[in-house]
């Protein structure tokens, strides 16, 4: 991007993602190719350049915009409930940094990415081609619309605090498709897994609390 020295993937710097790996690993994370795309990713890609050293903690940190990037630990649960695999059809809600979607495109999925802010949309989508991650689509929307015209997908993740299912969203599922959304309130939020059935309707697991900055409707411009 505009700072080529924070573009650096130093030896310091993939021996604090293996660091990271381990403290995940240890909070639970067991998937392999989930792991592995932390390791690979280099986070402080996605940071502005005077808050690199922040980049290798396991916790969110402020992208603008009032905005964040997720706790790594966070990325690693979704993308875990996720369950995708090579070609898997991903509708992301909430781009941000491009720092899940990045993690996701590493797994093999095909990612779509939607962001309701200008400013991060414009950011993102002109880095993540430029990190070589030339396959995630990003567009400026309103996500609670979906991409109609890019449906079904075979999993959505919201990275986002949702009041709700939406259901434009389920409708843009495959049977047997997987929503992952962290549901509830703006201060506290329950990681729910949604399962499509094949005539339409869905079941719910829950999976601990989390704390996301909230979906809001409309795009801000
Ligand atoms: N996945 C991001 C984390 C983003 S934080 C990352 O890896 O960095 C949540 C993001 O969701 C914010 O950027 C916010 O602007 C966006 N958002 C909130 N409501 C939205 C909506 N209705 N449609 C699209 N994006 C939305």
Known sequence: MSKPAAMIDSFRHKGLRKQLVEII?????TDPNVLN???????????DSSFLEYAYEDKPFPIGAGQTISQPYTVAFQSMLLDVSKGTRVLE??????????????MGAKVFTIERHKILY???????PALGYHSIKTFFGDGYKGLPAYAPFDRI???????????KLIEQLNPDGIMVIPLGPDDVQTMTVVVKNKDGSYQKSEHGAFRFVPMLKDKEK
């Open 25 to 29: 690993r240890r909070k639970g994370i």
């Open 37 to 47: 795309a932390i390791e690979k990713l280099p986070r402080h890609f996605f940071f």
């Open 93 to 106: 809600i909430g781009t941000g940094s491009g720092y899940q979607a990045s993690i996701l495109a590493l």
């Open 122 to 128: 414009t950011k993102t989508s002109q880095l993540l």
């Open 157 to 167: 993740l919201i990275t986002a605090a949702a009041p709700a299912i939406p259901e």
